[in-house]
């Protein structure tokens, strides 16, 4: 198991050369056998696809570079357990062949093995980011109506004394 300390400064390492478009600097922390994946529907096509090894992660990673501007995200928690870490990033990001800014967060699962990434896992909104991709139509935005109730549950409970 690696130092609680050492995976934290290669978390931040990871993600400063993220916000850079380091790729280099990216595969430093990924070992060559690793796995990567956005966690959604397979419907997503390659949005979600599992990618493995060096050769296909940098791909991956350069087409998400140069698709995606994380530069302004920032890493709101860190919780390490064992040798795996969960990051917490919020803030605006943009899909930049559309030039469109979007405030979102996302969470990551990093496994560790040997002191370098094994396995990356992203939690994301996919919807947005199939909406960007174009995968499916715009949405639009919420009107306030709800066709089901805030508080589901309030049918269900009697009503106070």
Request: charged share 30%; with cysteine; net charge negative.
């Amino acid at each position: 198991m690696t130092d609680r300390r050492e995976l934290e400064r290669t978390v931040r390492a990871f993600y400063r050369a993220r916000n850079d478009n380091d790729i280099d600097a990216i595969m430093n922390c990924v070992d060559p056998r690793a796995s990567f994946r956005i966690t959604g529907s397979y419907r997503l096509g390659p949005l979600t696809h599992m990618v493995e090894g060096e050769t296909e992660i940098r791909a991956r990673f350069g087409d998400l570079m140069a698709a995606w501007d994380l530069s302004d995200m920032e890493v709101e928690s860190v919780h390490v357990d064992g040798d795996t870490v969960l990051v917490h990033r919020s803030g605006p990001i943009r899909f930049i062949p559309k030039d469109v800014f979007i405030d979102t967060e996302m969470l990551d699962k990093l496994t560790f093995e040997d002191g370098r990434i094994i396995e990356y896992t992203e939690f994301v909104d996919t919807l947005m980011a199939a909406e960007m991709v174009g995968f499916v139509k715009p949405s639009g935005i919420w009107t306030g109506v709800s066709a089901m109730p805030v508080d589901p549950l309030a049918e269900e409970r009697p009503a106070a004394p």
